[in-house]
C-alpha cells in the first residue's frame, strides 16, 4: 500500500527534541515501511485524491480539509484540550466532526473512546525499546521528571505534577532533574520560583541523545501528570524502556507503573515504596514494556489499514462519497474575551472576512486584519479595553460585537503567588465585581484569606476550563524578550506605578488606594507583651541593610519589657544576613497562624516584603523601612515609612530590576555607596516612631 502519514507542519519529521506527534508519524512510517508499504510524510495541501490507498492526519482541521475535498482518511486525536474544555467546547465539536466523517476514528487513551460516543476506538502509544539503553549510571537514587508543562488556556498550570514531585523529593532529600522545554516549562519556573531548592536541577530544550543520556543517570521517573491523551503517554514509555520504574497517576494503560495521586504524601510514600522493592519494580518495568515495542503497535495499526483497503478506499468510498448530499453548515463566529479579544471562524463554507477590533471609549481601532474560515485572530493587548469588535464578509455583511459584561462570568486570575502582591490586588476583584455588575470569580495561591471577607466573589482553587467564562484577566508582571514590561499586558511600566495600580489598569479600574480585608482571626495570646518583625525579602536592596539596625531595634525593645517575634522564615544567615539576638523565630506556621500572631503584637517593622502588606491589612501598627522604592509605590495611609531622600534612593522605579542578581544595586554595585538608601537609615530615625506606637 501507498500510505500518506500527514505532517502537522509544526515541527520536523523526524524531531531532534520535542514533539510527540511528529515522533509518532516517524516510528509509523519506519515500521511500516518495514513490512513493504511506501510511505510519506506529506502537508496537508499535497495531499490529492487517488493518490494514496491510506491516508492517516492527526489534527481535526486537516481531517476536516479532506473532507471539503472529498478524500477519505484515518484520523487519530492527540489533544487533551479537548477533554479538559469540555463536551460543550468547540474543540470537542471539531474533533467528533472529524472522526464520524473519518473511514476510521483512532484515540491512544481508553477513556476517550466513550468520551466521544464511542465512535473512535484505542490504539496505544509504542516505544522503540533497544533505542533506550538500560544500562543505568547512578550510584544513589536520584528521581526524574520529563514533560512538556501547561494547557493552552494557562501555560503555567502544572499540568505535570513538577510541584508533587519536586516537594516529595525534598521531603526525601533526594535530588531531581526537570526536563522539558523553554516554552511552558520556564515560564512555570520563573512564576514558582519559590520551589526550586538546592536538590533541583532543570533542564530545557535537550536533544534526543541529550534525554537519552538523561535517562541513563535517574534511577526513577515520577509523572504525577493531571491530564494526559496518551495512555501510556511517550515520555513514561521511554523511561520504563530505559529501565526506570515509573510512578504516576492514571495514565499508564496496561503498562506496569506505581499509581500516584497528585498529592505530596503519596508521591512520598510511592517513591519509598519502589525505592525499597527497587529491583522487582525495575524488573517488572522491563518486562512490561516490552508489550509496547513499535512493532506491536504498528502490527496492530497495519491490520486496521488493510481492513479499510479491502473497502477499496480508493475508490469505492468516493463513489459512496460524491452520491451522499454533503450538507453544508452556516459557519460559526466566536467571540471572547479571554486573556485579550479573541475572535474564531470556523465552518464548511469558504469566506474571508476583515476583523477589526476597536477600543470603544475613544473609537480608535487597535488591530485590523483579514481571515479566512477555519481562522481565528486576536489583538495584542489583553488588559481591559472596552472592545468594539466589527467583522465584516466579503459580502459586507458586518457582525457587531461589543464586551458586555453585565451578567458574565469573568474570572480575574491572580499570575502571582506572593502574598504580598495578593493581599495588595485583592480588593480590587470585588471593586470590579461593583462596577461592571457581573458573576466575578477570582483564581489566587491565598483564597482562604479572603472567602469570608468577600462573600461575593467566587474564589476558586482550580481552572478546569478557562471557556467556562465571558472574560478571562491575568494580573501579574509580564516582560518582554528585552526585559521591558509588556504593555500589552502591563498597561503602564508596573515599576513606574504604585503596586496595586497593577490590577486596577489589568480589569479597567481607576485607581485608588484601598486597604484589604482579610479573614477574622483569633489574636494570639502571649504571657508577654511583643512587636514583630521581618527582616527579610526577595532581594538585598530590599534590607534594611544598615549592619546594626535590627540589634539596636531588639535590644531597645526588648529594654522597655516586649519581646521580638521575628516572623520571616528563611533560616538565620540567609543570603549572608544574620538575625538579630534576643529573638523568637517563629517558623513552620500557616499563614492563618502568622496573621494570628501579627493581630497580637503592639506593632510590625518590616520591609517592602508580603508581611508587610498582611500586617498592613490586618490593621496592625506598621513602620516601613525602605529606600529600595519610592513612597508611592506601597501603601501611602495607615503606613508610618522610613526613608531617607537625602542620599541616592527609589531606584525600582528608575530602572530594570534584575531579578537574578541579588546584589542589584543599579547606581553603585560594588562601591562604597551601595546600598547607601537603607544604609544610612540608622536606629535613631526609626526609634521616635517606635516609642510614640508603644505609648499609643
Not at 534525554?211 to 513514561?236: C, D, F, M, N, Q
Not at 477570582?442 to 466573589?457: G, S
Not at 522610613?642 to 527609589?650: A, M, S
Request: glycine share 6%.
Amino acid at each position: 500500500m501507498r500510505i500518506a502519514q500527514v505532517n502537522l507542519g509544526l515541527l520536523p519529521i523526524p524531531p531532534n527534541g520535542w514533539g510527540a506527534v511528529e515522533t509518532i508519524i516517524w516510528e509509523y512510517k519506519i515500521e511500516l515501511e518495514k513490512l513493504g508499504h511506501e510511505v510519506d510524510t506529506p502537508y496537508i495541501n499535497e495531499i490529492e485524491k487517488g493518490v494514496y490507498d491510506i491516508v492517516h492526519v492527526h489534527a481535526w482541521n486537516h481531517a476536516l480539509e479532506l473532507y471539503h475535498k472529498g478524500i477519505p482518511y484515518i484520523f487519530t486525536c492527540h489533544d487533551h484540550h479537548l477533554y479538559l474544555n469540555g463536551k460543550d467546547n468547540k474543540i470537542y465539536q471539531d474533533n467528533l466532526l472529524a472522526m464520524r466523517f473519518a473511514e476510521l476514528a483512532i484515540v491512544p487513551a481508553k477513556y476517550l473512546i466513550e468520551y466521544f460516543d464511542n465512535v473512535p476506538i484505542y490504539l496505544e502509544h509504542g516505544v522503540s525499546t533497544s533505542v533506550y539503553s538500560k544500562k543505568n549510571k547512578f550510584s544513589n537514587h536520584k528521581l526524574l521528571c520529563v514533560g512538556n508543562n501547561g494547557v493552552l488556556e494557562n501555560p503555567t498550570f502544572d499540568r505535570k505534577g513538577f510541584k508533587y514531585a519536586i516537594e516529595a523529593a525534598t521531603k526525601l532529600n533526594l535530588p531531581i532533574t526537570i526536563v522539558g522545554p523553554t516554552n511552558n516549562n520556564k515560564d512555570f519556573f520563573e512564576k514558582n520560583k519559590s520551589i526550586i531548592t538546592s536538590n533541583v536541577e532543570i533542564k530545557y530544550d535537550l536533544t534526543l541523545d541529550e534525554l537519552k543520556k538523561i535517562y541513563r543517570t535517574h534511577s526513577i521517573l515520577v509523572h504525577a501528570t493531571s491530564i494526559e491523551a496518551g495512555h501510556p503517554p511517550l515520555t513514561v514509555l521511554e523511561a520504563a524502556a530505559s529501565g526506570l520504574p515509573v510512578i504516576t497517576t492514571d495514565c499508564s494503560g496496561d503498562l506496569h507503573t506505581t499509581n500516584v495521586d497528585r498529592d505530596v504524601d503519596d508521591v512520598v510514600d510511592k517513591i519509598q515504596y519502589v525505592i525499597d522493592n527497587y529491583i522487582g519494580e525495575r524488573t517488572k518495568t522491563i518486562n512490561s514494556v516490552k508489550n509496547f515495542h513499535w512493532k506491536n503497535v504498528v502490527g496492530k495499526l497495519n491490520g486496521m489499514y488493510e481492513k479499510i483497503s479491502k473497502k477499496d478506499m480508493k475508490n469505492t468510498a468516493l463513489r459512496i462519497y460524491d452520491k451522499v448530499k454533503r450538507i453544508k453548515y452556516d459557519n460559526v463566529i466566536e467571540v471572547h474575551f479571554i486573556d485579550g479579544s479573541n475572535v474564531k471562524i470556523t465552518g464548511q463554507v469558504n469566506e474571508s472576512y476583515n476583523i477589526k477590533f476597536i477600543d470603544n471609549s475613544n473609537s480608535k481601532i487597535v488591530y485590523d486584519t483579514n481571515v479566512s474560515t477555519n481562522s481565528w485572530a486576536r489583538a495584542n493587548k489583553r488588559h481591559f479595553v472596552d472592545w468594539k469588535i466589527v467583522i465584516t464578509d466579503s459580502k459586507n455583511k458586518v457582525i457587531e460585537h461589543k464586551l458586555e459584561l453585565k451578567d458574565k462570568k469573568v474570572l480575574i486570575y491572580f499570575d502571582s503567588s506572593s502574598i504580598g502582591d495578593t493581599i495588595a490586588w485583592i480588593p480590587y476583584v470585588d471593586e470590579f465585581r461593583k462596577k461592571y455588575d457581573c458573576d466575578v470569580y477570582a483564581f489566587t495561591f491565598h483564597n482562604n484569606l479572603f472567602r469570608d471577607v468577600y462573600p461575593d466573589v467566587n474564589f476558586v482553587d482550580k481552572i478546569e476550563n478557562f471557556f467556562d467564562f465571558y472574560a478571562v484577566y491575568k494580573v501579574g508582571w509580564y516582560y518582554t524578550s528585552d526585559k521591558k514590561f509588556d504593555t500589552n499586558v502591563n498597561k503602564n511600566p508596573a515599576n513606574e506605578i504604585p503596586l496595586q495600580q497593577t490590577i486596577t489598569d489589568a480589569i479597567g479600574l481607576d485607581y485608588e488606594e484601598i486597604k484589604p480585608k482579610v479573614k477574622d482571626l483569633p489574636v494570639y495570646q502571649s504571657k508577654k507583651p511583643y512587636i514583630c518583625i521581618a527582616i527579610h525579602s526577595t532581594a538585598q536592596a530590599k534590607y534594611w541593610n544598615n549592619p546594626t539596625g535590627w540589634q539596636e531595634l531588639v535590644d531597645y525593645v526588648k529594654s522597655k519589657g516586649y519581646d521580638v517575634y521575628l516572623m520571616s522564615k528563611e533560616q538565620d544567615g540567609f543570603m549572608g544576613n544574620r538575625q538579630p539576638n534576643g529573638v523568637i523565630k517563629v517558623s513552620d506556621k500557616s499563614l492563618e497562624e502568622v496573621g494570628s500572631i501579627l493581630k497580637g503584637a503592639k506593632l510590625f517593622v518590616g520591609l517592602g516584603s508580603g508581611l508587610t502588606w498582611y500586617s498592613w491589612a490586618l490593621g496592625v501598627p506598621t513602620i516601613l523601612i525602605s529606600g529600595f522604592s519610592e513612597p508611592w509605590q506601597e501603601m501611602k495611609s495607615d503606613i508610618v515609612r522610613i526613608i531617607n531622600e537625602d542620599v541616592c534612593h527609589g531606584c525600582f522605579a528608575k530602572h530594570h530590576f534584575d531579578r537574578g542578581d541579588w546584589k542589584w544595586c543599579p547606581e553603585h554595585k560594588g562601591t562604597q555607596r551601595q546600598f547607601e538608601c537603607s544604609k544610612s537609615i540608622t536606629f535613631d530615625m526609626v526609634k521616635p516612631h517606635i516609642e510614640k506606637l508603644l505609648k499609643s
